[in-house]
């Protein structure tokens, strides 16, 4: 069982549900987020090694799988669900890089991926260089499609494109 730790600071009292459902390995270096005032946390893709479980120790050292979706955590309703990734990961998924939940656009607000690097899914990796993912797209999940009853083919994801030129010497970038 994997379980997701919680402390109560009003009441002073831990508590613990069962996240195995959604999350079977204990995945790690993969962005988060957390949107407090909705009650959720978010975990994208990320990665599972060796030390993630036993089940995992035979990938031995220096190998790391990377995971699709992006773990959605209700820490009111103490439930975990897994939102697919591959509308803007593809057959990839990402590692490290960042997520940054913005408040005030759309109904919930969205959250904003980016950057880190990007391996096949369930392909073991042990290679030194990192596949960079390039900033000229950006993922944007908009985080009202969770509770849409109808659900789109991308889930809720959109790529939004970030290309621009640097002006030489002014210190910013022109769109």
């Known amino acids: 069982m994997y379980s997701l730790w919680s402390y109560d600071t009003n009441t002073q009292i831990w508590d613990h549900y069962d996240t195995s459902s959604e999350t079977t390995y204990r995945p790690s270096s993969?962005?988060?987020?957390?949107?407090?005032?909705?009650?959720?946390?978010?975990?994208?893709?990320?990665?599972?090694?060796?030390?993630?479980?036993?089940?995992?120790?035979?990938?031995?050292?220096?190998?790391?799988?990377?995971?699709?979706?992006?773990i959605v955590v209700d820490t009111a309703a103490k439930t975990t669900r897994n939102v697919s990734t591959s509308a803007v990961t593809g057959t990839n998924a990402r590692n490290r890089g960042g997520l940054q939940y913005v408040p005030g656009i759309g109904e919930k607000g969205i959250l904003v991926a980016f950057g880190g690097a990007e391996k096949p899914l369930g392909k073991p990796d042990n290679v030194e260089a990192d596949d960079w993912v390039t900033l000229d797209q950006i993922a944007v999940f908009d985080i009202n499609s969770l509770f849409a009853t109808n659900d789109s083919d991308t889930g809720g994801w959109y790529l939004q494109n970030a290309t621009g030129a640097y002006i030489t010497g002014s210190g910013h970038r022109s769109y």
Request: aromatic residues 12%; glycine residues 20%; charged residues 15%.
């Open 30 to 70: 993969g962005p988060y987020a957390e949107a407090s005032e909705l009650g959720l946390g978010f975990y994208f893709n990320g990665a599972i090694d060796s030390g993630s479980a036993p089940e995992t120790q035979s990938l031995g050292d220096g190998v790391n799988l990377f995971l699709e979706g992006m």
